[in-house]
């Protein structure tokens, strides 16, 4: 049965996102209740301009209810609004009760990078590695399919991977695909678990099936693996480079991979070396982005040059996913610092159009989140209902809590459409 992927993008993130982190799971998703918060118009929740660039995702969907077979691979690629995947974790968790857990998905070792990291899964090294995210795309480590990527040249080095269940999802896997940088001078891995290695090696000279992709199948699910650099050839392998982490099940059902990066705009994507390439191996059917947050964070916002960036990343996604739907998301109301203190940001209006006008002009769906939270300087009854952090920027747990509700929301109301019109 052919994949199903979704992709969404947002940018930015801060280290409180962490400490709330831990508690953004604690209630089930239907549990979830918002109704005091008058300023969200709720009216508003919907997806725009979807009348027929939705139906061939829709389709994927109602085939899934209807046997219960196959997968849908959902991607969700964004700044740091996504790295501590609170919102995109709401939006996994729900769909996935709904419609099947075929896995976790796509992960990264952020805390190996020294960098914030999702509370549903945790990893630890022996050592230091050297560690790059998109943004900053002038040094020379390249980018891959993550928006991040870790090297070290340790022979002794080893990652620690365990992934926690959730309320109602389990989340053991039985595959495990590893994108790392192959060839002559790189360093083998073994793949071990709680009680056995080696349980599979990865060959570094092994290209024949993937320039970058390395995958091992297990004979019954498990939640723990440790990754071992291995040197079979001394004279010539010294490194270790790491650009993400696939971990599957075998059932039916949604495969939510999140692509976070914190500070990231659409540049930073397009302009990060192996992204695009190592990104078609996800095989993406829905594609939804959220960026804009950087780009209209600061003065000096420039729309045509955004615009440009935005149609750049885009082409680039259709023509690594041909078959993919695509559907963007608007950057969220936000303030910015001034000699007064934090003030509304008037940039994140235009930003929004640009989007918009980006959708309308290339037939593709969006969600208004900015509309949606109540428009021009509503994160300050956000954050007086303690649904925001203090920079006016960042959301609380419960805030992208709210935001993952709404998207499901949105999303399921234009699917239920899609049925009833068949």
Same mark, same amino acid.
């Given at each position: ?69 196959? !997968? ?17 974790g709401t939006i996994r968790q729900k769909l996935q009760l709904k419609f099947g857990n ?12 020294k960098s914030n990291e999702p509370t549903t899964y945790k990893t630890t090294t022996n ?5 790059? !995210? ?99 050839? %001394? ?148 954050? %007086? ?38």
């Open positions: 049965m052919k994949k199903l992927i979704i992709i969404i993008i947002i940018l930015f993130a801060v280290p409180f996102l962490n400490k709330c982190a831990g508690t953004a799971f604690a209630q089930t998703p239907d549990s979830l209740s918002y109704k005091q918060f008058t300023f969200i118009n709720e009216n508003l929740n919907k997806i725009e301009n979807d009348s027929s660039s939705l139906h061939f995702f829709y389709k994927k969907m109602y085939e899934l209810q209807e046997t219960k077979k196959g !997968r849908v691979d959902i991607v969700h690629i964004g700044d740091s609004h996504l790295q501590a995947d609170l919102l995109s075929a896995g976790r998905g796509l992960i990264f070792p952020y805390h190996v990078a050592t230091v590695w050297d560690a790059k !995210r998109n943004v900053f795309y002038e040094n020379p480590l390249p980018i891959g399919v993550s928006g991040f990527t870790i090297e070290t040249k340790d022979l002794w080095a080893e990652i620690n991977l365990t992934v926690k269940d959730q309320p109602g999802l389990g989340y053991s896997f039985t595959k495990f695909t590893l994108f790392q940088e192959k060839g002559l001078h790189n360093y083998d891995i073994t793949i071990c678990d709680a009680v056995n290695c080696e349980k599979g090696i990865f060959k570094s000279i092994d290209t024949a099936s993937n320039a970058f992709i390395s995958e091992l199948k297990f004979d019954k699910p498990i939640n723990q693996i440790i990754l071992r650099n291995k040197d079979t050839d %001394t004279l010539n392998q010294r490194t270790t480079r790491i650009y993400g982490m696939m971990l599957e099940n075998d059932s039916s059902g949604i495969l939510y991979d999140m692509i976070g990066v914190n500070g990231a705009e659409y540049r930073h994507y397009v302009k990060s070396k192996y992204f695009m390439e190592q990104f078609s191996y996800l095989n993406a059917d829905l594609v939804i982005v959220s960026l804009g947050t950087n780009e209209a964070f600061s003065a000096g916002f420039d729309k045509a040059l955004f615009y440009r960036y935005i149609d750049t990343l885009i082409t680039n996604i259709k023509i690594a996913s041909p078959n993919a739907s695509i559907l963007l998301t608007t950057p969220a109301d936000s303030f910015r610092k001034s000699r007064k203190g934090r003030v509304k940001n008037p940039d994140m209006k235009d930003a929004r159009l640009t989007v918009i006008n980006y959708c309308l002009h290339h037939n593709l769906p969006y969600w208004d989140l900015y509309e949606i939270m109540g428009g021009y300087g509503s994160m300050a009854k956000w954050y %007086t209902a303690k649904l925001s952090a203090k920079d006016r920027v960042h959301f609380s747990g419960r805030g992208y809590q709210i935001q993952g509700d709404l998207f499901y929301k949105a999303l399921m109301n234009g699917f239920e459409k899609y049925v009833t019109a068949k």
